[in-house]
């Protein structure tokens, strides 16, 4: 026997509150500007329900979970965390290699975790439906998945060229009672107007978001849902990092670097944020690596400015790591780390120097996804494989040095609808992007002019 390799935390341990890492910076966090006016603003309130407001402008250091809400994280939470031990001995590597399981839930991913919480509170304001874009459809997914928990519609404007090409994550959206259109569409002012340009254009996250807004800002019982970027988004997944950092006392050692794929950057900030107040407030030397696809470097190769969230400037301005909002990225498999931009919380930590971002292509990703699955079993998504590659990485690193390293990073969730993504590997189909450095260019020149502010 090698020792524990699954830390389970009981029912009754869950988490009572969210960690908001607001209350233990000391630098400033620029606020979000008007789309129009580019003044500071909240998040709109036609757009957003007021208890998701207040908790994206809160500086309290704690936000309780509401009751209802731990009864439904019972479904799938806490979740598992596992010593990677066949890992590591394939590795031949003295590192400890951790990993939190968020593929745990229902739909597959640690997206649910603000999922049921967004609808927990838009019920509570007496919200009909919830409107959303999806890339690959893992968010898309888990809110169909919350709006049935709590009996509300919920409507999804998916990326065209991943509606065709990931249809059991459509079917999946179905199952649970969601509703699922094709975008662009012409079912808004926004999707048609792309298409009298294009009407062969397979769309965009930035083009979805901006279908979905519409919907919300046109109708009164709709409020729109983000799976990521926002300050409350990274809020209620830091439920992942309180969970780790207790499982890791059970384990009886402490990381000495915590790695996530970054696409908005929610993941990464559950598993990170609980740990880097550790090192905020007790000075406690851990790193914190932020893995991207090099396809889209928005933290590696992007510039740190005000930019736009979407194609049709709807929504606010937020000052982050960017591509740019008109970058749309190579088709890439892991469809969940290609937002051209990062959440400003995040952005900010990372000018700061809390976080070390590195940026993998696909190929080597796929390697080391496959390397897992083959040791420790579960198949990871692409996203995730991102995070695996540079754990990896940093055991190897540990074996050359000879030392012993202590490696947590965060699963974001099963590869189980990727397989056509992993037969694309097998038969050596798979692309490594290069850097397409002109298109960043140009797509930077689209930046808002927001004056002084920034
Ligand atoms: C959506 C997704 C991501 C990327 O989103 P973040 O907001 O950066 O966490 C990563 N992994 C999986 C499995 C996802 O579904």
């Known amino acids: 026997m090698k020792g524990q390799t699954k830390y389970l935390l009981d029912e009754n341990q869950l988490p009572k509150a969210w960690y908001n890492i607001v209350s233990d910076i000391t630098f400033p966090v620029p606020p979000l500007l008007h789309p129009v006016t580019k003044e500071p603003t909240i998040l709109p309130p036609p ?72 609808a927990y509170y838009s019920k509570e304001a007496g919200v009909k439906r919830l409107s959303t874009e999806t890339g690959a459809g893992q968010w898309g997914s888990a809110l169909a998945f ?20 990931k249809p059991y994550r459509r079917s999946m959206i179905h199952t ?14 926004a999707g048609r107007g792309i298409l009298a340009e294009d009407p062969e254009c397979l769309g965009s996250l930035g083009m979805a978001i901006s279908e979905a807004v ?41 990381p000495d670097v ?22 905020l407030t007790n000075g406690v030397k851990t790193r914190f690596v932020a893995v991207e696809s090099a396809a ?11 930019d736009y969230g979407d194609t049709a400037h709807l929504a606010p301005i937020a000052k982050m790591d960017t591509l740019g909002h008109t970058f749309v990225p190579a088709g890439i498999h ?39 699955a083959r040791t420790e079993g579960i198949i990871p998504a692409p996203e995730t494989s991102h995070a695996i590659r540079a ?21 974001s969730g099963h590869g189980h609808f990727d397989m056509g993504a992993y037969d694309g590997y097998f038969a050596g189909k798979l692309v490594d992007f290069e850097y397409p450095a002109e298109k960043v260019q140009a797509a930077l020149c689209n930046l808002p002019d927001v004056g002084t502010t920034a």
């Open 176 to 189: 649970w009672g969601g509703n699922v259109t094709p975008s662009p569409s012409e079912e808004t002012q």
């Open 334 to 372: 892991a469809g969940g780390l290609r937002y051209h931009g990062v959440a400003p919380l995040l952005s900010a930590l990372h000018r700061e120097g809390y976080i070390d971002p590195i940026a993998y292509p696909q190929i080597p990703v796929f390697e080391a996804a496959v390397m897992f």
């Open 214 to 254: 519409e919907v919300a800002a046109t109708n009164d019982d709709t409020k729109y849902s983000l799976g990521s970027v926002l300050n409350h988004v990274l809020l209620h997944q830091t439920v992942i990092g309180e969970e780790a950092i207790r499982q890791m006392e059970m384990a009886d050692e402490y």
């Open 47 to 118: 757009l957003f329900c007021q208890a998701l407001i207040e908790q994206d402008e809160t500086k309290e250091q704690y936000v309780e979970i509401p009751e209802p809400l731990k009864e439904i994280y019972q479904l799938w939470r806490p979740t598992p965390l596992f010593r990677a031990h066949r890992l590591e001995q394939a590795l031949g590597t003295p590192a400890h290699i951790y990993y939190k399981y968020e593929g745990a839930s229902p739909p597959g991913s640690h997206k649910p975790n603000t999922a049921v919480a967004q």
């Open 146 to 165: 919350a709006c049935q928990l709590f009996d509300m519609e919920c409507k999804v404007y998916m990326v065209k060229i991943s509606y065709q090409q």
């Open 296 to 306: 889209c470097p928005s933290m590696t190769k992007g510039v740190y400015a005000y």
């Open 258 to 279: 915590v790695i996530g794929c970054v696409g908005g950057g929610s993941n990464f900030a559950g598993v990170a944020f609980p740990f880097l107040r550790e090192r």
């Open 391 to 411: 754990a990896i990485d940093e055991a190897l690193d540990a074996k050359e040095k000879g030392e012993k390293r202590v490696i947590l990073f965060n699963f």
